[in-house]
């Protein structure tokens, strides 16, 4: 089988742990991968789906004129998507959903043979008369790498080390939070570290900051405490953070370190409130919730709440059980 992954760019998160992060477990299966960027010449990329059997398409939201030329190229079309692609403004306060974008959103997802969505509030989305042939597979990490490369590595006695690991995009909900994490440590000793290709100014409280490397970040990860996952603090219904797949939380549940994230999106289904981390919504719970981990901490009892987390998603959020799913599914329509 010849399978044929394209996406927007190799940065995004989406190419790398939803499409590229499964191509050797495709090739174990002796299937044959080849990875395409929609940048590249349109007649090279129809005639790599010409000669594909399978061919995945991850979020790109495609004119009429162009799904039109893919679909009739493809011997077997997936569409892959992980964010509510339909919001545009999404920067703003307030992002708001897109006739246009949606159209298109709609019109891929009904020429597409299997649709995968991120999340159950993304599935929910995808329109009624493609639902049956749609799955759910999680945004995910592996955790038996990620419990070999954090073992033995621990974070300082003194002080709790929050971590968070993203991308510029979703820097500025991490800023959002900064004022909650500045008045945690007028109250308890911490360290704010940070994994990624730009940093936010320096606050009144130590920040460690990490250029990230997919070398290095599940032990850069395994030297914090708590994993934090901010969002829209603003509006618990945005509509764009609504569709947000809890990728960096499956990561720190990866690492055995509980979680405090926004109770938005995903982290709803994957957090058990003071049982494998915190849910929260305003600057003061952001604020409670980091001096109770130091609490806990103190006490010996964090620990336990990562080794909770993991244990919750080691099973639906791992790499190769969502690799199984999608392989099932696409062995399916080859009958």
């Given at each position: ?6 996406a ?8 790398r742990?939803?499409l ?5 477990l495709f090739?174990?299966k002796g299937?044959?991968?080849?990875v395409?960027y929609?940048y590249?010449p349109w ?8 000669a ?10 495609l004119?009429?004129l ?16 992980d964010?509510a692609?339909?919001v545009?403004d999404?920067?703003?306060?307030a992002p708001r959903k897109?006739f246009?974008?949606y159209?298109?959103?709609?019109r891929?997802?009904r020429a ?11 599935f929910d989305?995808?329109?009624e008369n ?5 799955i759910?597979?999680?945004?995910t990490a ?5 419990r070999?490369?954090c ?7 003194e002080?709790l080390v929050l971590?968070?690991?993203?991308t510029p995009?979703?820097m500025?909900?991490l800023?959002d939070v900064l004022p909650a994490?500045e008045a945690?440590a007028?109250k308890v ?6 994994i990624c290709s ?5 606050r ?11 070398r290095?970040?599940?032990?850069e990860l395994?030297?914090?405490d ?7 603090a ?8 609504s569709g947000?797949?809890?990728?960096k939380?499956?990561q720190y549940?990866a690492?055995?370190?509980p979680a405090?994230?926004?109770n938005?999106g995903?982290?709803p289904?994957?957090i058990e409130?003071?049982s494998?981390?915190f849910?929260v919504d305003?600057m ?6 980091i ?10 009892a964090?620990?336990k709440?990562?080794e ?10 791992d790499?190769r059980n ?8 696409i ?5």
């Amino acid at each position: 089988m010849r399978l044929l992954f394209i996406a927007s760019s190799p940065e995004k998160p989406s190419t790398r742990y939803r499409l590229t992060y499964y191509a050797p477990l495709f090739e174990q299966k002796g299937a044959q991968t080849k990875v395409l960027y929609f940048y590249e010449p349109w007649r090279n990329l129809i005639d790599e789906i010409r000669a594909s059997d399978v061919t995945m398409i991850s979020r790109k939201l495609l004119t009429w004129l162009k799904l039109r030329s893919v679909r009739k190229a493809a011997k077997t079309l997936v569409y892959d998507f992980d964010d509510a692609i339909w919001v545009k403004d999404r920067a703003r306060i307030a992002p708001r959903k897109s006739f246009v974008r949606y159209s298109r959103f709609s019109r891929l997802c009904r020429a597409a043979d299997l649709v995968i969505a991120g999340s159950n509030s993304l599935f929910d989305a995808v329109p009624e008369n493609s639902r049956q042939k749609s799955i759910i597979v999680p945004s995910t990490a592996d955790f038996a790498d990620y419990r070999r490369r954090c073992e033995g590595i621990a974070s300082p006695a003194e002080k709790l080390v929050l971590g968070w690991i993203g991308t510029p995009s979703t820097m500025r909900y991490l800023i959002d939070v900064l004022p909650a994490i500045e008045a945690a440590a007028r109250k308890v000793p911490l360290a704010l570290k940070v994994i990624c290709s730009e940093f936010p100014a320096p606050r009144e409280f130590e920040q460690i900051n990490v250029p990230w490397s997919s070398r290095v970040e599940a032990e850069e990860l395994a030297g914090i405490d708590v994993g934090i996952s901010p969002l829209d603090a603003r509006d618990k219904f945005n509509v764009w953070t609504s569709g947000k797949c809890a990728l960096k939380a499956v990561q720190y549940a990866a690492c055995a370190k509980p979680a405090i994230a926004q109770n938005q999106g995903a982290h709803p289904h994957i957090i058990e409130h003071e049982s494998s981390g915190f849910l929260v919504d305003t600057m003061e719970d952001w604020m409670n919730a980091i001096v109770r981990a130091y609490e806990l901490k103190k006490s010996n009892a964090l620990a336990k709440l990562g080794e909770n987390y993991r244990a919750n998603l080691e099973k639906e959020y791992d790499r190769r059980n969502a690799f199984e799913k999608i392989w099932s599914a696409i062995l399916d329509l080859r009958k």
